[in-house]
């Protein structure tokens, strides 16, 4: 028997895209066997301030990310967009999508992998688009929907920041790293 959650992650299109075991995208291999779902870790969040919306959340999440929370089956990137926008897109084929939302909102922070040299999605929506970049020193260690660690993602992260209040943020936001101003 499936549980809901399973049912509901396979029906939603860009929730689900690149986090399937056949894509083999960045994050879409379970780390170790153990899962393929990669949530924010909450001490990241912590040093960020409000966000008015997360557009992808998972639908088990079991902290706050934002006032407002879409998930499946809902899909966020059909949905308005209002205010500051926090992001963690799926790591697969649809990340350049949710990244060219965020870019064209102009609102918002995207935790997303730091893939400097990709063409199709860093140089366009981070490099050319975002105000600021925050590379984390080491790497992050993400959480299950059951809020345990599921290890790291095998790479470097990055925090971009769109809107000059959002590269202030980050500046001041505590967590380790190295912020570079864009624009």
């Known amino acids: 028997m499936k549980k809901k959650s ?8 860009h929730y689900h895209e690149g986090r399937s075991s056949m894509n083999r995208g960045i ?3 379970p780390n170790n066997g153990h899962t393929n779902e990669w949530m924010t870790p909450p001490e990241v969040l912590s040093g960020l301030g409000h966000f008015d919306l997360d557009p992808c959340a998972h639908p088990e999440q079991p902290w706050r990310t934002a006032k407002e929370m879409i998930s499946p ?3 966020g990137l059909a949905l308005d967009w209002v205010g500051r926008v926090w992001l963690n897109p799926p790591y697969g084929a649809s990340l350049k999508t949710w990244l060219a939302r965020l870019a064209d909102h102009g609102n918002g922070i995207a935790l997303v992998p ?6 199709s999605w860093f140089w366009p929506y981070i ?3 975002a105000d600021s970049i925050l590379f984390f ?3 992050l260690y993400f959480r299950k929907p059951s809020g ?12 971009a ?6 590269t202030k943020t980050l500046q001041e936001c505590g967590l380790r790293g190295k912020v570079i101003v864009l624009k």
Not at 148 to 159: I, P, Q, R, T, Y
């Open 6 to 13: 399973e049912t509901v992650l396979r029906n939603t299109k």
């Open 27 to 29: 994050h879409s291999k």
């Open 73 to 75: 089956p809902q899909d």
């Open 114 to 119: 730091g893939r400097t040299e990709v063409e």
């Open 127 to 129: 490099w050319e688009r």
């Open 137 to 139: 020193r080491g790497r």
């Open 148 to 159: 345990e660690k599921c290890g790291n993602a095998g790479h470097g992260s990055v925090l």
């Open 161 to 166: 920041a769109y809107g000059r209040e959002n």
